[in-house]
């Protein structure tokens, strides 16, 4: 079982408060706003025909999807080649439904979607899998707690990203209850956050276990 960390505090004495933890503190209320949305979700399937890496494929009508709400190596860091196998296992010339929240398009031009193989959630499945970590934005909450769920079941089995803990690059950790990062304790992101809306971690596990991911500012 991982260090977990002060965001979850009493509330995860039971399922029923792990739920009402992630709902409340985790995603700041975001997500029950986001759950009584009605989903956008595209009446066609398209054939994915490749995959770029493991958050990232190409459809047949030439657009590249970004799975949202998840995260998974680079090229050239480490489990790269796992996670890609991965979600070229689940997809690759397959046909899948796109699920849209309220950030359709990224800054790079890449469509923003949850994607659904019948009735399995693929980002969900490669969480699951421990070939990817959760990834929260304010535009992109939806379906937020039952990645987070399955982000706990792959680490608490230690399988995938989490079969060994990750190396510690600091003493400690730094992260805002209104944000969805952790950070070195240097980072600039930090220097505004209010002393009372401030977590700290002693290691990264116990961040992710909380829904954090690591800033891409710091590279913690």
């Known amino acids: 079982m991982y260090l977990i960390g002060a965001k979850w505090g009493a509330l995860m004495q039971s399922k029923a408060g792990l739920t009402a933890a992630i709902v409340t503190l985790i995603l700041g209320g975001a997500l029950v706003g986001c759950s009584k949305k009605s989903p956008s979700v595209s009446g066609d399937e398209i054939e994915v025909i490749g995959v770029i890496d493991g958050d990232t494929v190409e459809l047949q009508d030439g657009r590249r999807v970004r799975l949202v709400g998840i995260d998974t190596p680079e090229r050239g860091d480490a489990f790269y080649d796992s996670a890609?196998?991965?979600?070229?296992?689940?997809?690759?010339?397959?046909?899948?439904?796109?699920?849209?929240?309220?950030?359709?398009?990224?800054?790079?031009?890449?469509t923003l979607a949850f994607l659904?193989?019948?009735?399995?959630?693929?980002n969900r499945e490669i969480v699951k899998e421990g070939?990817?970590?959760?990834?929260?934005?304010?535009?992109?909450?939806?379906?937020?707690?039952?990645?987070?769920?399955?982000?706990?079941?792959?680490?608490?089995?230690?399988?995938?990203?989490?079969?060994?803990?990750?190396?510690?690059?600091?003493?400690?950790?730094?992260?805002?209850?209104?944000?969805?990062?952790?950070?070195?304790p240097e980072c600039e992101s930090m220097d505004k956050v209010e002393p009372d809306l401030e977590v700290v971690y002693y290691s990264k596990?116990?961040?992710?276990?909380?829904?954090?991911?690591?800033?891409?500012?710091?590279?913690?």
Request: proline share 2%; with cysteine.
């Open 84 to 110: 890609s196998a991965l979600t070229e296992r689940l997809v690759l010339k397959k046909r899948v439904r796109l699920e849209y929240d309220r950030d359709q398009i990224d800054r790079y031009g890449r």
């Open 116 to 122: 659904w193989v019948g009735d399995q959630l693929v």
């Open 131 to 184: 070939w990817a970590w959760c990834y929260f934005y304010e535009g992109n909450l939806r379906h937020s707690r039952e990645l987070l769920l399955a982000q706990h079941e792959a680490m608490n089995a230690h399988i995938g990203l989490w079969k060994s803990a990750h190396q510690e690059t600091e003493d400690y950790y730094r992260a805002s209850f209104l944000s969805y990062r952790f950070h070195r």
């Open 205 to 220: 596990d116990s961040a992710f276990y909380d829904g954090y991911s690591p800033c891409s500012r710091c590279t913690p």
